[in-house]
């Protein structure tokens, strides 16, 4: 084989391996950005540890998992949600977990939508333990109904838990953020916060509304460098969110069961949330194949995006109509 031959095989190899990577890339749980901090940059555990942390939505799902996460970092903890006794269980296992003692944990329960409540929690929090160096935003629920079926009163409730609950707590930490001139306020937003799907149109309109919120405050607090804001975007993660989902009524609970085997971990997800924080990232995608890559078509090419969205989306009405999870019946045998 002569030179000029050699060459145009390393190269052609040389394209085909970065082509691989690349699709690798692509085709993970995460966008590149927090692939690119998972491999290369600061650990949860250099950043984080030691850091007092308000995690709202504690009691469950993606907020108890991350409380377990950040437990073991040595991270002091202000666990909040509406019942004390599911507070006060995950309390007690994050100290059996770590090395944190009764008084690095505070129980604080609190509803997001008592919004007269949220100045006196926030004091509280800043008693017992003297400054918050993270607020983790993530209590909220999601939608299970059709637009047209839907009283008008859900849409207030989803916006009110939602959007309103967090940017009300939020402007009660800030200014003690501001004061100290450090802090870090991560949502955990949505796919639904960057794009729009059937069955969950007030909570699509909710998380969009947050994004907006937040994605704007962060402009306005550009002299504040050390105060960092994170808008997190999870796909579907194992939770109770689908239980615990808001349908026509607001008193009306969901009573699809769902199969939650194709989500993605709530530890994984809890994970790459850490790391997202640890690395200073302003927005994150997070989410199993193949829902990640709907997130690169609609920010690249919306039009196909559009294209695809209304295909599934008419799949996924079907489904819910006759009963079945509009999600798990993508990847179940119960698919109609
Ligand atoms: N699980 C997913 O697929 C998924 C995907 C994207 C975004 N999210 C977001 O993640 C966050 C956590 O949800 P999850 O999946 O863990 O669901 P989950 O239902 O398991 O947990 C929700 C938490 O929010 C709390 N909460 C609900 N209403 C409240 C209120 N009025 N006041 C105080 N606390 C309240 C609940 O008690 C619970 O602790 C939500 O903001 C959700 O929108 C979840």
Redesign the pocket.
Known sequence: MDLGSCLTLLVTCSLFYFLIQFVRLIMADSDLTLQWAAYFGHTPESKLGGNVIWV??????????LSYQLAKLGCPLIL????EN?LLRVKQKCLEMSNLEDKDILVLP?????MSMHKDATDKALQHFGRIDILV??????QRSLYVETNLDVFRALIE??YL?TISITKHVLPHMIQRKRGRIIN??????LIGAPLSTG?CAS?HALQGFFNSLRTELTTYPDIIISN?????????????AITEECDKVSSIKTDQSH??A?SR?AQLILITAANNLKETWISAQPILIIYYLWQYIPTLAWWITAKVGERRIKNFKSGVDADSSYFTKKSR
């Open positions: 709202t939505g504690a009691s469950s799902g993606i907020g108890e998992e909040s949600s509406r019942r599911e609190l509803d997001m939508t008592q935003n993530n209590a909220g629920r999601s838990l939602n609950g955990i937003s949505s796919v639904a916060g909570y998380k997190i975007c999870p796909g579907p993660v194992q939770s109770k969110i689908v239980e615990n989500k993605m709530t997800c």
